[in-house]
């Protein structure tokens, strides 16, 4: 019962929705356990570019199940978009998109909230995507929400709906002073919603269970990033859900036992969408020429994505949280032709050396980062698809990062589209044992 789960080890957009496509070859089952459509997972292929926001990235495949999992927080309005955006495009969704009837829906009034408490927050705010994540995750937490299945039972929505509309509308025009949603209009498109998605709505757990005794491979496609985790991330410049591997379980109703490997998508540099800490950020013109060169624009939002050089603190943290069994390494591409890379590998702050990420956040905002210095590679790594085609310089800084995170390399990813890999290690292999929290020598 192999399940190999794919997270996020920096603050999300590594390229996971690349990596879970291509591995998709390999897979029965592809399952999102958490996020919402704050997601924007890219998938090329040949000159074709999809982004999937709530729908796993592994439905270009035909024959492959897609399912969205208990723990991922829905807006049905942006999901029927997304799936007529493909249904366009020549994508099929009957027998192969499921949603879990206890998946959390995503209401008018949270994106509301959202917004609303954003605007007031000012300087402080979040840089939320404004998806309304944050408040449904709060009323599924508060036990106020409402469920998928809940658009099947149009009494009960009903009284959930009046019920949770007072509440939200309270906030909304007294304490926020923004306008209020209208009740009898959400319940009129909801119900037009759960019609819609009525074929698509059952319990995921039970599927993924039997699928499991069948001994299916099932893929858990993670969104956002490690350190957006509202528990190990560098709170509360976080989203509101679990992307760390343990969120694969209760995001999909699969036990930890079930869990094969998990694969870490990591990108040969930094990049971080929205405010908080990041210590490696570079304000200046190498900053600017990763943002060109990577197209590091927000795949959702269209922000530009801050960048800055790779940092091993934050990939250990990555590999002990989550347990990785392998890595990904993504966009090294990007480095082509800059003449020296940094490495940072320790924060200094008021006169203390820090080798593991501290937990204070006042630390991560104020450290001057420890950096080696690598020298870079003239060469083109676009394309390559074999690991001794790589540079010498280009595979002794892939050795370098892999060595001081702790980590093991399975892909590197060289380009945007699916051919364009190199793969040293197939998934669904037996997973590896790392001692990734072992201090190395540099
Ligand atoms: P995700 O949220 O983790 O799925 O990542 P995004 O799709 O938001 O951002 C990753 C971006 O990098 C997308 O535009 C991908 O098409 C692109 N990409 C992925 N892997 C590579 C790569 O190895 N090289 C280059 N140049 N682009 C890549
Ligand atoms: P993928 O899956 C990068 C960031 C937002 C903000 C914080 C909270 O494409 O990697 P939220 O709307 O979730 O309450 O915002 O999280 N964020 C992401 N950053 N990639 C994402 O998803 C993200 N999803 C949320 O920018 O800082
Ligand atoms: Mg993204």
Same mark, same amino acid.
Request: hydrophobic share 35%.
């Given at each position: 019962?192999?399940?190999?789960?794919?997270?996020?080890?920096?603050?999300?957009?590594?390229?996971?929705?690349? =990596?879970?496509?291509?591995?998709?070859?390999?897979?029965?089952?592809?399952?999102?356990?958490?996020?919402?459509?704050?997601?924007?997972?890219?998938?090329?292929?040949?000159?074709?570019? !999809? =982004?999937?926001?709530?729908?796993?990235?592994?439905?270009?495949?035909?024959?492959?199940?897609?399912?969205?999992?208990?723990?991922?927080?829905?807006?049905?309005?942006?999901?029927?978009?997304?799936?007529?955006?493909?249904?366009?495009?020549?994508?099929? !969704?009957?027998?192969?998109?499921?949603?879990?009837?206890?998946? @959390?829906?995503?209401?008018?009034?949270?994106?509301?909230?959202?917004?609303?408490?954003?605007?007031?927050?000012?300087?402080?705010?979040?840089?939320?995507?404004?998806?309304?994540?944050?408040?449904?995750?709060?009323?599924?937490?508060?036990?106020?929400? #409402?469920?998928?299945?809940?658009?099947?039972?149009?009494?009960? !929505?009903?009284?959930?709906?009046?019920?949770?509309?007072?509440?939200?509308? !309270?906030?909304?025009?007294?304490?926020?002073?923004? *306008?209020?949603?209208?009740? &009898?209009? #959400?319940?009129?498109?909801?119900?037009?919603? /759960?019609?819609?998605?009525?074929? @698509? #709505?059952?319990?995921?757990?039970?599927?993924?269970?039997?699928?499991?005794?069948?001994?299916?491979?099932?893929?858990?496609?993670?969104?956002?990033?490690?350190?957006?985790?509202?528990?190990?991330?560098?709170?509360?410049?976080?989203?509101?859900?679990?992307?760390?591997?343990?969120?694969?379980?209760?995001?999909? &109703? =699969?036990?930890?036992?079930?869990?094969?490997?998990?694969?870490?998508?990591?990108? *040969?540099?930094?990049?971080?969408?929205?405010?908080?800490?990041?210590?490696?950020?570079?304000?200046?013109?190498? &900053?600017?020429?990763?943002?060109?060169?990577?197209?590091?624009? &927000?795949?959702?939002?269209?922000?530009?994505?801050?960048?800055?050089?790779?940092?091993?603190?934050?990939?250990?943290?990555?590999?002990?949280?989550?347990?990785?069994?392998?890595?990904?390494?993504?966009?090294?591409?990007?480095?082509? /032709?800059?003449?020296?890379?940094?490495?940072?590998?320790?924060?200094?702050? +008021?006169?203390?050396?820090?080798?593991?990420?501290?937990?204070?956040?006042?630390?991560?905002?104020?450290?001057?980062?420890?950096?080696?210095?690598?020298?870079?590679?003239?060469?083109?790594?676009?394309?390559?698809?074999?690991?001794?085609?790589?540079?010498?310089?280009?595979?002794?800084?892939?050795?370098? =990062?892999?060595?001081?995170?702790?980590? +093991?390399?399975?892909?590197?990813?060289?380009?945007?589209?699916?051919?364009?890999?190199?793969?040293?290690?197939?998934?669904?292999?037996?997973?590896?044992?790392?001692?990734?929290?072992?201090?190395?020598?540099?």
């Amino acid at each position: 019962m192999p399940v190999l789960v794919v997270v996020g080890a920096q603050w999300g957009d590594e390229g996971k929705g690349k =990596i879970i496509d291509l591995l998709t070859e390999r897979a029965d089952v592809v399952a999102r356990y958490q996020g919402g459509h704050n997601a924007g997972h890219t998938v090329v292929v040949g000159k074709d570019e !999809f =982004i999937l926001h709530l729908i796993p990235s592994g439905i270009l495949h035909k024959g492959k199940k897609c399912l969205i999992g208990n723990g991922v927080v829905v807006d049905p309005a942006a999901l029927i978009e997304e799936m007529d955006g493909l249904i366009a495009r020549g994508i099929r !969704f009957e027998g192969s998109l499921m949603i879990s009837g206890n998946a @959390h829906l995503i209401m008018p009034y949270h994106k509301a909230l959202d917004v609303a408490s954003e605007s007031l927050k000012g300087e402080k705010k979040i840089g939320t995507t404004g998806r309304g994540i944050g408040p449904a995750y709060a009323d599924k937490i508060s036990r106020a929400g #409402i469920r998928m299945a809940d658009l099947l039972d149009p009494q009960g !929505f009903r009284d959930k709906l009046r019920q949770h509309t007072a509440t939200a509308n !309270f906030l909304l025009e007294k304490y926020y002073g923004a *306008a209020p949603v209208d009740d &009898g209009r #959400i319940y009129d498109e909801y119900m037009a919603y /759960g019609k819609r998605l009525a074929k @698509h #709505i059952d319990d995921a757990s039970l599927f993924l269970g039997e699928a499991l005794r069948k001994g299916r491979k099932v893929l858990a496609e993670g969104a956002q990033g490690t350190h957006l985790d509202v528990d190990h991330g560098t709170y509360p410049f976080v989203t509101s859900s679990s992307p760390t591997a343990g969120g694969a379980c209760t995001g999909l &109703g =699969i036990g930890p036992t079930t869990i094969t490997g998990v694969m870490g998508i990591v990108k *040969a540099y930094t990049t971080r969408v929205g405010s908080g800490p990041f210590p490696t950020e570079l304000q200046d013109a190498t &900053g600017e020429l990763l943002r060109d060169r990577g197209r590091e624009y &927000g795949a959702t939002t269209g922000r530009a994505r801050r960048c800055g050089w790779y940092d091993v603190l934050v990939i250990r943290h990555a590999a002990r949280v989550n347990g990785l069994t392998s890595v990904a390494i993504t966009k090294l591409d990007v480095l082509d /032709g800059i003449d020296e890379i940094k490495i940072c590998v320790g924060y200094k702050h +008021k006169g203390k050396l820090y080798e593991e990420m501290p937990a204070d956040l006042s630390v991560l905002e104020a450290c001057t980062p420890q950096y080696i210095t690598m020298p870079g590679w003239k060469e083109s790594t676009v394309g390559v698809t074999k690991y001794d085609k790589l540079p010498k310089k280009a595979r002794t800084y892939l050795e370098k =990062i892999c060595r001081l995170s702790g980590v +093991k390399p399975s892909l590197i990813s060289t380009g945007a589209r699916r051919d364009e890999t190199i793969i040293l290690e197939r998934p669904f292999q037996k997973p590896v044992v790392r001692k990734s929290t072992v201090r190395r020598k540099r």
